[in-house]
């Protein structure tokens, strides 16, 4: 079973900046989204920022877009969030999540997360 493995989060004051690394453990055969979720205390989980791997297409929260930006390194299988000007209201546990094909003979996609990192944004 494939597994991510979080780095990167961790305490910084407003206007700083964090970068999430997102890496798997074990060989995946094909990789079709990666992105990042995050989740506040008492708040629903949200999509923060996704990559398409076909074509590239990223997309972004409204409240992340100008300051968070996603890249990916195929032949890495590890995927980034790079993290700029952080607010107090990001302050949140981040997921990665990929939809991914281990095996040539895998019949269908499979929903694969890491076990969050937390991020807080505080003076």
């Known amino acids: 079973q494939v597994q991510l493995v979080e780095s990167g989060g961790g305490l910084v004051q407003p206007g700083g900046s964090l970068r999430l690394s997102c890496a798997a453990s074990?060989?995946?055969?094909?990789?079709?989204?990666m992105g990042w979720y995050r989740q506040a205390p008492g708040k629903q989980r949200e999509l923060v920022a996704d990559?398409?791997?076909?074509?590239?297409?990223?997309t972004y929260a409204d409240s992340v877009k100008g300051r968070f930006s996603i890249s990916r390194d195929n032949s890495k299988n590890t995927v980034h969030l790079q993290m700029n000007s952080l607010k107090p209201e990001d302050t949140a546990v981040y997921y990665c999540?990929?939809?991914?094909?281990?095996?040539?003979?895998?019949?269908?996609?499979?929903?694969?997360w890491g076990q969050g990192t937390q991020v807080t944004v505080s003076s």
């Open positions: 999540q990929w939809v991914a094909r281990e095996r040539a003979i895998d019949f269908r996609p499979h929903d694969y």
């Open positions: 074990g060989s995946i055969f094909s990789i079709y989204r």
């Open positions: 990559v398409t791997t076909s074509s590239g297409s990223t």
